[in-house]
């Protein structure tokens, strides 16, 4: 399985990009991270939707999502996997979150808690996680 990560707002050349490329070299680059420009939130919403690979399953990180373990977000994942699914497409919104269209578009919504993230914190633990998660997959040590 492939995974995309779909983000609204485009970073510059920091240091925490290092480390969300480290994590996705990891994965022998089998994550793909694509940016949006800022807009309002249907917008954003609409080139989210616009830019989701066909056949795709779409989760959406909002703070109203569902908050899971990564032992849940490992069986959600297997699931997928197991109805022979080929790319998750995960999407980060933008300042002001998702909009009620593509919140009713998407395949699912999770969250990463209460707590307010910034965007490149949430794109950094969302790699960690997939991260983790195939190690899980490939009986790596890494999870323990």
Same mark, same amino acid.
């Given at each position: 399985?492939?995974?995309?990560i779909s983000c609204i707002g485009k970073l510059s050349n920091i240091e925490e990009n290092? *480390? @969300?490329?480290?994590? *996705? %070299?990891?994965v022998r680059n089998k994550i793909q991270i694509i940016e949006f420009p800022q807009s =309002?939130? /249907?917008?954003?919403?609409? %080139? &989210? &939707? #616009?830019?989701? $690979?066909?056949?795709?399953?779409?989760?959406?990180? =909002?703070? #109203?999502?569902? +908050? &899971?373990?990564? +032992?849940?977000?490992? /069986? &959600?994942?297997?699931? !997928? /996997?197991?109805?022979?699914?080929? *790319?998750? +497409?995960?999407? @980060?919104?933008? $300042?002001?979150?998702?909009?009620?269209?593509?919140?009713?578009?998407? =395949?699912? @919504? *999770?969250?990463?808690?209460?707590?307010?993230?910034?965007?490149?914190?949430?794109?950094?633990?969302?790699? /960690?996680?997939? !991260?983790?998660?195939?190690?899980?997959? +490939?009986?790596? $040590?890494?999870?323990?």
């Open positions: 399985m492939r995974y995309q290092k *480390i @969300i490329r480290k994590y *996705i %070299k990891r =309002d939130v /249907e917008k954003e919403g609409s %080139k &989210l &939707l #616009e830019y989701s $690979p066909k056949n795709s399953i779409l989760i959406l990180l =909002d703070k #109203e999502g569902e +908050n &899971l373990s990564t +032992n849940k977000l490992f /069986e &959600l994942i297997k699931s !997928y /996997e197991m109805n022979n699914t080929k *790319i998750l +497409n995960f999407a @980060i919104g933008g $300042p002001y979150g998702h909009g009620q269209f593509i919140k009713q578009k998407s =395949d699912k @919504i *999770i969250s990463f808690g209460k707590m307010t993230w910034s965007h490149i914190i949430a794109r950094l633990m969302l790699v /960690e996680q997939i !991260y983790r998660i195939e190690s899980i997959f +490939n009986n790596h $040590p890494y999870h323990k």
